[in-house]
């Protein structure tokens, strides 16, 4: 068990939908990162928050958006859902960038 | 966006063998290097955190080094075992991102 929680396991949506992924780090972590994970493809990083402000961000669409609030968990949405945004969902928090990232079990997303 | 580079993609390896793989990272501006072992239908694992050129770490059968000077860095794993398989990421820390290699995927035949 890694410390980081993330909510929910699973999720089936249709296509045009809107979900929220959470997550929880571990105590003591400030950073927050996300992560997709799509069929047969590596880890694709979405976005980062430090402390509740955005740090980062990599290939994350404009349909997708993420905050965190002031208790460190993070939120990521996902609006306008499209088929191919169906993908493991992995959240993972550090102390800073530099240090090992703790990963949370991910969120399975399904698009039908 | 910076170039992490694993090989090789894939290696099988017989039950008992020890084996070894590469990571190839940018050497200027280096601070750190991280390993990961990311088993199938699990959570990616924090192996190793390399921060030191000549650095080598150890935990039970799996090792790795560190050349920060020519850029790379590389895993062994001693006497694999079938729970050795899975994949093996290297990663590299940016400003502000963790820049992920492909991965090496090990599988262990009994």
């Known amino acids: ?112 | 966006i910076l170039n992490v580079e694993q090989s090789p993609q894939s290696l099988h390896v017989q039950e008992g063998d020890s084996t070894n793989f590469t990571c190839s990272f940018p050497s200027s501006n280096f601070y750190a290097l991280h390993w990961y072992r990311w088993e199938t239908a699990k959570s990616p694992e924090a192996l190793f955190v390399m921060t030191l050129n000549g650095d080598e770490k150890k935990k039970g059968r799996i090792s790795a080094t560190l050349n920060t000077k020519e850029g790379y860095s590389y895993l062994y794993i001693k006497g694999s075992q079938p729970e050795d398989s899975a994949t093996y990421l290297c990663a590299f820390p940016g400003a502000n991102n963790l820049f992920f290699g492909t991965g090496t995927r090990l599988t262990v035949i009994p």
Do not use: M
């Open chain 1, 1 to 112: 068990d890694s410390g980081v929680t993330q909510t929910p396991k699973h999720l089936i949506t249709a296509t045009g939908q809107r979900v929220t992924l959470r997550c929880s780090p571990r105590s003591g972590d400030l950073s927050v990162y996300w992560y997709q994970q799509s069929l047969d493809q590596g880890l694709q990083f979405l976005i980062q928050y430090y402390n509740g402000e955005e740090r980062a961000k990599g290939n994350i669409l404009e349909r997708f958006s993420a905050q965190q609030f002031p208790d460190l968990h993070s939120e990521l949405n996902l609006s306008s859902l499209e088929l191919g945004d169906s993908a493991l969902y992995f959240c993972a928090s550090s102390v800073a960038t530099e240090y090992e990232q703790f990963f949370g079990p991910g969120t399975r997303l399904t698009v039908l």
